[in-house]
């Protein structure tokens, strides 16, 4: 049984409240999990004590294969529990293909109305 240690929803509309949850991984996010091993409240300040961990059965869980989500393996990185590697993206502020060629179009439009202008004031002066 592949294991997940994901988040569950809590709480009522527009006040999210989240369980870090074991669950099996084809159970729904919201549906029927094995174990709570801790909780994270989005709507508390920075500096409070947003997440609480049950580090003894958060390790043994890790140690039976459950695979955390990026967003728990956040909060298990932070408690040192877990390490979460760094990661890079050089490529993502670039723009997409479509734009390039956007770009480069109106460059080449942009080119070809100054040699239009320089042309025809050159016609001019002779």
Do not use: C
């Not at 509309?13 to 729904?28: E, L, Q, T």
């Not at 990026?70 to 298990?76: A, N, Y």
């Not at 179009?105 to 100054?114: C, I």
């Amino acid at each position: 049984m592949p294991l997940k240690m994901r988040l569950a929803r809590a709480g009522s509309k527009k006040r999210p409240y989240y369980h870090i949850v074991i669950a099996d991984a084809r159970s729904p996010r919201d549906g029927r999990f094995i174990e709570q091993v801790g909780a994270w409240n989005p709507m508390l300040p920075k500096d409070a004590e947003r997440v609480t961990l049950k580090e003894d059965r958060i390790k043994h869980w890790l140690g039976e294969g459950a695979q955390p989500t990026d967003r728990v393996l956040r909060f298990l990185d932070q408690a040192g529990i877990a390490n979460r590697p760094a990661r890079s993206n050089p490529k993502k502020a670039e723009p997409g293909k479509k734009a390039q060629e956007r770009a480069a179009e109106r460059k080449q439009r942009e080119e070809d109305a100054a040699a239009a202008a320089a042309e025809a004031a050159s016609g001019a002066e002779a």
